[in-house]
């Protein structure tokens, strides 16, 4: 079945790292992706890996990849106030458009 | 390039109305999927079209309708509304072709009251 969960709520103190973690449990999952949401927007792209990779970085963020137990983690670096917000993990399966989402973590970076 | 734009941003209607949400993609982008985000459910897909066709659809009632123009852009439906739709509609578009990534717009707020 389709299910991708995410803790809710993460503080972290700025210039922290923060990590932020997913499961999901269809293993015919082919991209994976995070997303972020700020107050009265829509969703930012942040990054993607395919299922066959085991970690992507890119800038301040690094994204690893547990196949074998269907997790990933979404790692931010020198967090800072802005990047408060809620972050969603979300998969997608073969040549499917349909994204299934997580319920969204809010991070709140206190200064 | 311009990024996925939703219109209108807001939206307040009455129980049993309709309403038709507008979203244009991507320069370039074929396909264009719907979501619906609420507190108690999260996000959740609608529909997804590509070349005037949907080509996936989620568990929504048949109130949900969706169509895409030939040049791309798209509209949903949603007929009979009920208090339970106010809701974040969100629209993404991608090129289409594959596996690509989905960008969204900023999404239409509507208010059933």
């Known amino acids: 079945g389709e299910d991708v969960e995410q803790s809710l709520f993460l503080s972290v103190r700025e210039g922290d790292s923060s990590v932020i973690n997913c499961t999901y449990t269809d293993s015919s999952s082919t991209y994976l992706y995070w997303y972020k949401q700020e107050p009265g927007a829509g969703l930012q792209l942040l990054t993607y890996i395919f299922s066959n990779m085991d970690m992507k970085q890119d800038q301040r963020l690094t994204v690893l990849l547990n196949k074998k137990d269907k997790h990933l983690s979404l790692r931010i670096a020198d967090t800072q106030t802005g990047d408060s917000a809620i972050y969603f993990c979300?998969?997608?399966?073969?040549?499917?458009?349909?994204?299934?989402f997580g319920s969204g973590t809010r991070l709140l970076v206190r200064p | 390039k311009a990024g996925v734009t939703q219109t209108p941003r807001y939206l307040i209607k009455t129980r049993g109305q309709q309403v038709t949400l507008s979203c244009s993609p991507i320069?370039?982008?074929?396909?264009v999927s719907w979501y619906q985000q609420t507190p108690g459910q999260g996000l959740q897909f609608l529909f997804e079209y590509f070349s005037e066709t949907q080509r996936n659809k989620g568990n929504f009632p048949g109130r949900f309708s969706g169509r895409q123009f030939s040049n791309s852009r798209s509209e949903m439906n949603v007929s009979t509304l009920e208090l339970g739709d106010s809701a974040l509609y969100l629209c993404a578009s991608s090129p289409g072709g594959g596996l690509d990534t989905q960008y969204f717009g900023p999404g239409t707020r509507l208010t059933v009251l």
């Open positions: 320069s370039g982008h074929r396909s």
């Open positions: 979300a998969e997608s399966m073969d040549s499917s458009y349909k994204l299934i």
